[in-house]
């Protein structure tokens, strides 16, 4: 985690700041200065040991105190950390700072809203894919400090076998098998179906894992129930498709046990956070 963390603030400081901070040359060298976060609405926080990170990364002097930690609701006004040290460093560190903590509390914000919108059904939200580039694992990490799932982090922890290779793998039978023959051991196998009759074919074909690509409700429902009809274990249901915050419960109350949100990294607004000195 600490390397991914360094990697991502290494290059956002490198974007910001390329050959130096000529603003921040305003300020006499040795000056010091106290600053403080100021959060400007309700959201979930996230981010520290990359809002950290960037600081430490120009100065090991820098000495921050939160007064709230990532996972935790913050409110309007609230004072999120002091920060004390070179004015300059402050300065320069400020933005790339703020950019991490605003929109990974953001992801997480997010993630919590879905999560409290299922709460006492049995259905988990579950991220996706859908990630900025280069800040995957960050905004992973903000949905599980929102309440959220992990799917796979990439192409190499586990298969999902969606349309276009269904398609080219000459069926949803055709693609399942092949997939069972060369999943390493402990890979898990996901298959995309759009219809109840791939669903169904699926579920013959030993299937342990089935995305429901935008079912209906009443689909939804009677793949819960084929998948209860059918031998052996029975099949971990996942919907899928234009989930939004309105139909989110109505969706998790149909019986599935996954509903995965590409929205919760991909369509977001950053949080409203400020540093102010003293």
């Not at 290494?10 to 040359?25: F, M, N």
């Not at 820098?62 to 004015?87: L, S, T």
């Not at 049995?122 to 309440?147: E, H, M, N, S, W």
């Amino acid at each position: 985690m600490l390397d991914e963390i360094r990697n991502n603030v290494r290059q956002a400081l490198i974007e910001d700041i390329g050959e130096g901070d000529l603003t921040a040359s305003l300020i006499p060298a040795e000056k010091n200065l106290t600053a403080y976060i100021i959060n400007r609405g309700v959201a979930v926080l996230c981010g520290i040991p990359w809002f950290e990170a960037c600081f430490q990364a120009l100065s090991s002097e820098i000495q921050i105190h939160w007064f709230a930690k990532d996972g935790e609701v913050v409110y309007a006004d609230q004072k999120i950390c002091e920060i004390k040290g070179n004015a300059r460093i402050l300065l320069t560190a400020e933005r790339t700072a703020l950019n991490f903590l605003q929109v990974l509390s953001a992801v997480a914000t997010c993630t919590q809203h879905y999560v409290e919108a299922v709460s006492g059904t049995k259905a988990v939200i579950v991220d996706t894919r859908k990630t900025l580039p280069g800040l995957r694992f960050a905004q992973k990490y903000a949905v599980k400090c929102g309440g959220g799932v992990n799917h796979r982090f990439g192409l190499y922890d586990g298969i999902l076998i969606k349309e276009n290779h269904i398609i080219a793998a000459g069926g949803v039978r055709q693609a399942l098998s092949s997939a069972q023959e060369i999943a390493p051991h402990g890979i898990f196998i996901q298959i995309e179906v759009e219809t109840l009759e791939e669903l169904q074919i699926a579920l013959t074909a030993g299937a342990k894992m089935i995305l429901l690509d935008n079912f209906s409700l009443n689909q939804l429902r009677e793949a819960v129930v084929l998948a209860s009809q059918a031998t052996g274990e029975r099949a971990i249901l996942e919907a899928s498709g234009n989930v939004t915050l309105e139909k989110v419960r109505r969706i998790a109350e149909t019986g599935v046990d996954r509903i995965s949100i590409g929205s919760l990294t991909k369509d977001i607004k950053a949080v409203d956070l400020s540093m102010r000195f003293s």
